[in-house]
């Protein structure tokens, strides 16, 4: 579906192609945001009629996401305008051309995390306050905290594992299927930890994989708290960056204080905003990290 828009017709949207990321990456790069080349195929992959780019005189200026979580959920993300072309009301079109094929998908809830400069846009289109979270960051980890890990049962999995079971326990806290994005992240990630109790039941999982500027610590899954703390350690000795990003839903108190812990600190807000009816019987106070702005 391509849009052109009679009082500003130099300005077209259509579908993303693969020769497009060239020209997102720089915008991505100007905005320095922590994604690379690979979020935005794995997002493609997902959603190939999702993720749209608007060209003027055919050079991109900006672009936007969406991947679907079956008919459940639609989600938003990589909402990006090169700086130059700010103020345009390009966000807005990109976003509003994004809902219209959400809605004509018959997606039943369209959710984002936004920047605080970026709440007021959506709040115009109709969105609503969910939640609030914060990236938490620390720049030199070179000397990690240790964290006790005994009796914790933890298992770091190889990429030929299973991991039915880590996306099982994930649909049955968040209510949504995330297993076609889980399995993709788990692929590219460096490492995947699940913790498990003396009996064998799993209480949690976690994921750490690279970002273009850190390491991103996220998505993390944890059913009781006291496996909270071992499992992110055992996923930051994984690290291949000294600097971490980490994204934590503030109701989620136990997770920002371990952080605090290690060393990071709060950096900048992000907000939880939906479209669209809730989803029954979700516990977001579960997720320790979530996977990405640009996945929820």
């Excluded at 009679?6 to 997102?24: C, E, Q």
């Excluded at 989600?75 to 345009?88: A, F, Q, T």
């Excluded at 109790?197 to 006291?226: Q, V, W």
């Amino acid at each position: 579906m391509t849009l052109r828009k009679a009082d500003d017709p130099i300005l077209w949207i259509r579908k993303m192609h693969r020769n497009d990321l060239d020209a997102v990456e720089r915008i991505r790069e100007s905005a320095e945001w922590n994604q690379t080349e690979a979020d935005w195929h794995r997002l493609m992959h997902l959603e190939p009629e999702g993720c749209f780019v608007m060209v003027e005189k055919d050079t991109v200026k900006a672009a936007t996401t969406l991947i679907g979580f079956k008919k459940t959920l639609a989600w938003i993300g990589m909402v990006l305008v090169d700086e130059k072309h700010r103020g345009r009301g390009i966000a807005t079109r990109l976003v509003q051309h994004a809902l219209n094929y959400a809605r004509d998908q018959s997606f039943k809830t369209i959710r984002l995390d936004a920047t605080p400069q970026g709440q007021p846009v959506y709040k115009k289109l109709g969105f609503t306050l969910d939640w609030n979270l914060n990236r938490w960051q620390i720049d030199d980890i070179s000397c990690l905290p240790e964290v006790s890990i005994k009796n914790s049962g933890l298992q770091v999995h190889s990429k030929s594992d299973d991991l039915n079971a880590l996306f099982a326990l994930d649909n049955n806290f968040l209510k949504i299927d995330r297993s076609a994005l889980l399995s993709k992240l788990a692929q590219t990630s460096h490492s995947v930890v699940s913790a498990c109790n003396s009996e064998g039941k799993l209480k949690g999982y976690g994921m750490l994989r690279s970002g273009s500027f850190a390491d991103y610590l996220g998505p993390i899954i944890c059913t009781d708290p006291n496996y909270g703390p071992p499992l992110v350690s055992c996923l930051l000795k994984h690290r291949r960056h000294h600097r971490i990003v980490w994204d934590i839903p503030e109701i989620n108190t136990k997770a920002e204080a371990t952080g605090k812990s290690l060393g990071f600190s709060p950096r900048r807000p992000l907000i939880r905003m939906s479209l669209g009816p809730g989803i029954p019987g979700e516990k977001p106070e579960l997720q320790w990290a979530i996977s990405d702005p640009s996945t929820g």
